[in-house]
């Protein structure tokens, strides 16, 4: 069983800062690439940023002059730092995960769900 557990999410202020972490846990060989994405009420869910093995990120354009996707491999955690929230940025983050429990057969894999929300 694999599983992805999001923490950092919470009120922030605009124009505030947060950092969310996901880590992923259980009988894992190996991990692809590692992402975030979020959903506001009454909106389909979107990618927010995504990060390969080696680390090659990529960013939506509402969010990537103030965010950072990074990843620990060894710890198998990803974290997502964002800075000048603004009210959009509210939403619920789910982080994911491709990961390979045996060589080769990858599965794509999700977090519950952290809820940030962005109000003064």
């Known amino acids: 069983q694999v599983q992805l557990v999001e923490s950092g999410g919470g009120l922030v202020q605009p124009g505030g800062s947060l950092r969310l972490s996901c880590a992923a846990s259980?009988?894992?060989?190996?991990?692809?690439?590692m992402g975030w994405y979020r959903q506001a009420p009454g909106k389909q869910r979107e990618l927010v940023a995504r990060?390969?093995?080696?680390?090659?990120?990529n960013y939506a354009d509402s969010v990537k002059d103030r965010s950072t996707i990074s990843r620990d491999n060894a710890k198998n955690t990803v974290y997502l730092q964002m800075s000048s929230l603004k009210p959009e940025d509210t939403a619920v983050y789910y982080c994911?995960?491709?990961?390979?429990?045996?060589?080769?057969?990858?599965?794509?894999?999700w977090g519950p769900g952290t809820q940030v929300t962005v109000s003064s």
């Open positions: 259980g009988t894992i060989f190996s991990i692809n690439e």
């Open positions: 994911n995960a491709v990961i390979a429990v045996v060589s080769g057969r990858y599965s794509q894999y």
């Open positions: 990060i390969t093995s080696s680390g090659i990120a």
